[in-house]
């Protein structure tokens, strides 16, 4: 098995388990915990990564970081091209586009609502704003869920993989109500076989 994926509990990292599951690529995982105070990642996994990030990918000595980087290098190279548009078409431009979305633009908000929580009422001047990206940001999402269920096409492709985890947020934060075409792609996500038994060999996170 030449696979490798450093996975960090409460992590991104779940969701690169889930497109191995759904490629059928044989993997290994070595796990870390979170610190308990802060919540950041142990020494073992800056050992790896000097940024203390997950997900990591090894794949025969070589590492592979950044989860949309992964994401490609795995379609690329271990059968998950069922997943990517055709390339050249216009599909897959938007393919492109909301793969680097679900880490590039939606984090942003979604990380800074996760810091500030901490801080209570200092929080208060930066709040309107951090909200009405997150509004913004979901929103658009919302928006652009086809109807059937996929952002791009008529079947999964790795691209919702990637928008799982901010659609997930929306959800955790009970936006269920207001995003309804969002909190759909979520629930037909977790009821695939392979997100299921990605969640058990990964273990539960944020909630799910």
């Known amino acids: 098995m030449s696979l490798i994926v450093h996975h960090l509990n409460n992590s991104r990292s779940q969701r690169i388990l889930w497109l191995l599951e759904e490629i059928g690529a044989p993997y290994e995982i070595k796990f870390y915990d979170r610190d308990a105070v802060t919540n950041l990642a142990p020494p073992e996994l800056i050992a790896v990564h000097p940024l203390g990030k997950s997900p990591v990918l090894e794949d025969d000595g070589r590492v592979v970081i950044e989860s949309g980087a992964i994401t490609e290098y795995l379609c690329e190279r271990h059968g998950g091209r069922h997943l990517v548009p ?10 492109l586009e909301w793969l ?107 909630g799910y």
């Open 100 to 206: 680097h979305f679900a880490e590039g633009s939606a984090m942003m908000p979604i990380l800074l609502r996760i810091y500030t929580v901490r801080l209570g009422e200092a929080a208060a001047p930066i709040e309107p704003r951090i909200n009405q990206q997150l509004d913004a940001h979901f929103a658009y999402m919302e928006n652009r869920v086809g109807e059937n269920g996929h952002f791009i096409g008529d079947s999964l492709s790795a691209a919702d993989i990637m928008l799982s985890f901010p659609a997930e947020i929306a959800i955790m934060q009970g936006m269920a109500p207001r995003y309804p075409k969002l909190a759909g792609f979520v629930n037909a996500c977790h009821v695939r076989p392979a997100w299921q038994r990605a969640r058990e060999k990964g273990g539960a996170y944020y």
């Open 86 to 95: 055709e390339r050249g078409s216009d599909d897959h431009i938007s393919h």
